[in-house]
């Protein structure tokens, strides 16, 4: 923690080599102001870390959906078998103290945002990291505040791909069909080496996950055909860097997730409590398709948070049309708090069910009526997947979650 909050515009001075500029920071910030008369470099985060890895082996994640875990389960990979890297990664990880490492490794892994770099600088973060090794792992409109339409959103894409390094590889989800049609109409200069990826031979014995890489087996601590998407494109990128399918398959078998994507938050006998990062419509199928698959004899009871602009706009709900389809119980749950933060207009409980388009859908506004909701189900031979990248307007999941499986 510093020693106090606030800004000190007094302490930036023109001793200072450059200032690095994070995207929550705002244009009117004080400090930035005072880089800016000094005539200071100003860097975006980004940029930054391209500079500190001008001369190590870049591999960039980008996509809609799958980033993070595909970057984390690269990571884990090279850290079981012994390879010296660097990392930027979106969340917290096992076995990593710091979600950001620079030293002098040959190799850093980078999780590719297409969100805006800062507040000045307007393009996607994956802009700005030129990839020797790119993947990606989907594309599903997203951020429409920053992107309002689609076409808008590919072109970045589209512009991630001629930022790959020239001689380089670029490893990407050929299942997604927009993707696919993308990577296959790109006529960008440089001679990529493409290699396209789906979901590897798999089958659930018991709700445990075993898949198959060039002949080897193993088994796996998470689950989903999202997720074996991501795993087959760290396979890749883990083969380009000199591991193979058996070293592969032995580090996955410990790999356990990142934080708050499937990750099992509590258990018992009768039900099985897992915590999701899903907002985005392509995510939340996904997700809810993982665990009614994994578990089909039980009855999945599915919480959504919307809490992202995108989720919050009336405009954009037709997009999660089906996306809860496959729950047995759902809710929707959002706060008018949230929707007066993001300036957005009220939204109706009739536009929210129209948009979901999922019979029997509860739409709950208050965190106590999302408690008593949650309370009123039956937990028998149940999986609860609660589904937010918000905090459900400060209800206490965990002690609920303890309630629930005690």
Same mark, same amino acid.
């Not at 380089?168 to 990529?192: A, F, Q, R």
């Given at each position: 923690?510093?020693?106090?909050?606030?800004?000190?515009? /007094?302490?930036?001075?023109?001793?200072?080599?450059?200032?690095?500029? @994070?995207?929550?920071?705002?244009?009117?910030?004080?400090? %930035?102001?005072?880089? $800016?008369?000094?005539?200071?470099?100003?860097?975006?985060?980004?940029?930054?870390?391209?500079?500190?890895?001008?001369?190590? +082996?870049?591999?960039?994640?980008? $996509?809609?959906? !799958? *980033?993070?875990?595909?970057?984390?389960?690269?990571?884990?990979?090279?850290?079981?078998?012994?390879?010296?890297?660097?990392?930027?990664?979106?969340?917290?990880?096992?076995?990593?103290?710091?979600?950001?490492?620079?030293?002098?490794?040959?190799?850093?892994?980078?999780?590719?945002?297409?969100?805006?770099?800062?507040?000045?600088? *307007?393009?996607? &973060? =994956?802009?700005? %990291? =030129?990839?020797?090794?790119?993947?990606?792992?989907?594309?599903?409109?997203?951020?429409?505040?920053?992107?309002?339409?689609?076409?808008?959103?590919?072109?970045?894409?589209?512009? =991630?791909?001629?930022?790959?390094?020239? $001689?380089?590889?670029?490893?990407?989800?050929? +299942?997604?069909?927009?993707?696919?049609?993308?990577?296959?109409?790109?006529? !960008?200069?440089?001679?990529?080496?493409?290699? @396209?990826?789906?979901?590897?031979?798999?089958?659930?014995?018991?709700?445990?996950?075993?898949?198959?890489?060039?002949?080897?087996?193993?088994?796996?601590?998470?689950?989903?055909?999202?997720?074996? %998407?991501?795993?087959?494109?760290?396979?890749?990128?883990?083969?380009?860097? !000199?591991?193979?399918?058996?070293?592969?398959?032995? $580090?996955?078998?410990? =790999?356990?997730?990142?934080?708050?994507?499937?990750?099992?938050?509590?258990?018992?006998?009768?039900?099985?409590?897992?915590?999701?990062?899903?907002?985005?419509?392509?995510?939340?199928?996904?997700?809810? /398709?993982?665990?009614?698959?994994?578990?089909?004899?039980?009855?999945?009871?599915?919480?959504?948070?919307?809490?992202?602009?995108?989720?919050?706009?009336?405009?954009?709900?037709?997009?999660?049309?089906?996306?809860?389809?496959?729950?047995?119980?759902?809710?929707?749950?959002?706060?008018?708090?949230? %929707?007066?933060?993001?300036?957005?207009?009220?939204? +109706?409980?009739?536009?929210?069910?129209?948009?979901?388009? *999922?019979?029997?859908?509860?739409?709950?506004?208050?965190?106590?009526?999302?408690?008593?909701?949650?309370?009123?189900?039956?937990? &028998?031979?149940?999986?609860?997947?609660?589904?937010?990248?918000?905090?459900?307007? !400060?209800?206490?999941?965990?002690?609920?979650?303890?309630?629930?499986?005690?």
């Amino acid at each position: 923690m510093p020693p106090a909050t606030g800004w000190y515009p /007094e302490k930036i001075h023109s001793g200072l080599d450059a200032v690095i500029l @994070g995207m929550h920071a705002r244009a009117d910030n004080p400090e %930035l102001q005072r880089a $800016g008369e000094l005539g200071l470099p100003i860097y975006s985060f980004p940029e930054y870390i391209y500079r500190e890895s001008r001369e190590k +082996t870049r591999v960039v994640v980008g $996509g809609s959906h !799958g *980033k993070t875990t595909t970057t984390a389960m690269i990571m884990h990979i090279l850290k079981e078998a012994g390879k010296d890297f660097d990392w930027l990664v979106g969340a917290r990880l096992e076995g990593f103290g710091q979600s950001v490492n620079i030293t002098h490794a040959p190799v850093i892994v980078l999780e590719g945002d297409e969100y805006p770099a800062s507040a000045l600088e *307007k393009r996607p &973060k =994956f802009h700005f %990291l =030129f990839p020797h090794i790119a993947v990606l792992t989907g594309i599903a409109w997203d951020h429409i505040n920053v992107f309002p339409s689609f076409e808008i959103y590919l072109e970045q894409f589209r512009i =991630f791909l001629d930022k790959i390094e020239p $001689g380089g590889v670029l490893i990407y989800n050929h +299942t997604d069909p927009v993707l696919k049609k993308l990577v296959e109409e790109y006529g !960008g200069e440089k001679s990529l080496r493409k290699i @396209g990826y789906g979901i590897p031979a798999y089958r659930i014995e018991n709700g445990i996950t075993v898949v198959t890489l060039e002949g080897q087996t193993g088994a796996l601590k998470v689950f989903g055909e999202h997720n074996l %998407l991501n795993l087959h494109a760290a396979y890749w990128v883990s083969r380009e860097l !000199g591991i193979g399918a058996a070293a592969f398959l032995e $580090g996955m078998a410990s =790999f356990s997730g990142a934080a708050k994507r499937l990750e099992l938050l509590a258990a018992s006998g009768q039900v099985n409590v897992y915590r999701d990062f899903a907002h985005a419509p392509s995510k939340v199928k996904a997700t809810i /398709e993982a665990v009614k698959k994994q578990f089909p004899g039980r009855q999945l009871i599915a919480v959504l948070e919307l809490h992202t602009y995108s989720s919050l706009n009336e405009q954009f709900l037709s997009e999660y049309g089906g996306a809860m389809e496959l729950a047995d119980k759902a809710a929707v749950f959002y706060s008018r708090h949230a %929707l007066e933060l993001k300036r957005l207009p009220p939204l +109706t409980e009739e536009k929210v069910v129209a948009g979901f388009d *999922k019979t029997g859908l509860a739409v709950l506004h208050e965190k106590e009526e999302l408690r008593a909701w949650l309370t009123q189900q039956s937990y &028998k031979n149940a999986n609860l997947l609660l589904m937010s990248s918000g905090n459900y307007d !400060g209800l206490d999941i965990i002690a609920l979650v303890n309630q629930i499986t005690q």
